[in-house]
T-cell receptor, first 112, second 115 residues
């Protein structure tokens, strides 16, 4: 059973455009929601994260929007650049046991 | 400050064999989590070690086992390898306990191929 559902599976965006990736969850025990960026041959790297008591968090060109009642959160990449081309994973953590559950990933391609 | 390192980088084994993967946690971190990432999938939580004790386990059979050493480095052992065990195995370190940080730092992974 996939605890965190992520969409779309792949995304192609023009340089300068906005990339939007969505995730949904059911487990109300999740208390921390990070997004990771992974390049080929590398481990995932933390990009930005949010806690459920906040509806939005922005860091540079990256913004997380969080809707607690709908159990959904999304990553927005503004002014997308070719260097942003990577696979993005949303995740959610259950505090008890500090276990992280990942989405299935979105492959982002930014066309110059 | 050194990052998370894993060894070996790549490994090829045959069905039924046993394998040991190693992870050195980031300096100052006392918690190590192991994940299995199949091709085209997100990482799946295997288990976590905190101060040398298992501190949570995902839906993996007992032939997946681990250890954490006093210096907080860790090993993942997989017995009786199956073809479906072919994946990228990721180690992530974090600071647990008092003053715990939410953030976990991943190593580059070990690519295991089972033939």
């Amino acid at each position: 059973q996939q605890q965190v559902k992520q969409s779309p599976q792949s995304l192609i965006v023009q340089k300068g455009g906005i990339s939007i990736i969505n995730c949904a969850y059911e487990n109300t025990a999740f208390d921390y929601f990070p997004w990771y960026q992974q390049f080929p041959g590398k481990g995932p790297a933390l990009l930005i994260a949010i806690r459920p008591d906040v509806s939005e968090k922005k860091e540079g060109r990256f913004t997380i929007s969080f809707n607690k009642s709908a159990k959904q959160f999304s990553l927005h990449i503004m002014d997308s650049q070719p260097g942003d081309s990577a696979t993005y994973f949303c995740a959610a953590r259950v505090w008890a046991g500090n276990q992280f559950y990942f989405g299935t990933g979105t492959s982002l391609t930014v066309i110059p | 400050e050194t990052g998370v390192t894993q060894s070996p980088t790549h490994l090829i084994k045959t069905r039924g064999q046993q394998v040991t993967l190693r992870c050195s946690s980031q300096s100052g971190h006392n918690t190590v989590s192991w994940y299995q990432q199949a091709l085209g999938q997100g990482p799946q939580f295997i288990f976590q070690y905190y101060r040398e004790e298992e501190n949570g386990r995902g839906n993996f059979p007992p032939r997946f086992s681990g250890l954490q050493f006093p210096n907080y480095s860790s090993e993942l052992n997989v017995n009786a390898l199956e073809l479906d065990d072919s994946a990228l195995y990721l180690c992530a370190s974090s600071q647990g306990g008092t003053g715990a940080s939410n953030e976990q730092f991943f190593g580059p992974g070990t690519r295991l191929t089972v033939l």
